[in-house]
């Protein structure tokens, strides 16, 4: 493990401000996009998930594409947005990458976590809607962070 090789990034360095984050493995189209009220912070957490993914047994970075270091990219993007402004910021750059064929990794960062359901991607809230489940989004997001399928998490089916 070479901790002297360093994520390449955009600013370099990182600012101490809140930013929108871009991880990217170019190579195979995936991206993980996230609001940070530190980005310098977050980037020195995504390096260390990136170089550490054998031994985290609950990685945040699910899905994380394999590569070295040196194989992902880091962009801050809406340098010192707002808080408020974040969501719609993270929301905007995930369709982006979407059209432009990129697979989105990772949980999500964002106040709206975004799911699959019957092959449409839409909030949490959105899924509860047309499932019209009785659990509360607290119940159903928890679930989901500790690995149940979405359709688990929303009552859906059974959990065997």
């Known amino acids: 493990m070479a901790y ?12 101490l401000a809140p930013a929108v984050l871009v991880l990217m493995h170019k190579r195979r189209r995936s991206a993980f996009i996230a609001y940070s009220s530190n980005a310098r912070g977050r980037a020195a957490v995504l ?3 990136i170089r550490h993914r054998e031994e985290a047994a609950r990685n945040h970075l699910r899905d994380l594409p394999p590569g070295e270091i040196q194989d992902f990219a880091l962009l801050a993007m809406h340098v010192g947005l707002d808080k408020k402004e974040a969501d719609e910021k993270v929301a905007k750059l995930q ?11 990772g949980g999500s960062r964002s106040a709206l976590p975004k ?3 019957g092959g449409k991607r839409m909030t949490i809230v959105e899924a509860m809607v047309e499932a019209k489940t009785k659990e509360n989004y607290q119940t159903v997001y928890r679930r989901i962070q500790r690995g149940w399928s979405v359709k688990e998490a929303l009552g859906l089916v059974d959990r065997a």
């Open 95 to 105: 369709r982006k990458f979407e059209r432009d064929g990129f697979k989105l990794f």
């Open 47 to 49: 390096a260390s998930s």
């Open 4 to 15: 002297e090789t360093q994520i390449k990034s955009d600013p370099s360095p990182m600012p």
């Open 115 to 117: 799911v699959s359901l």
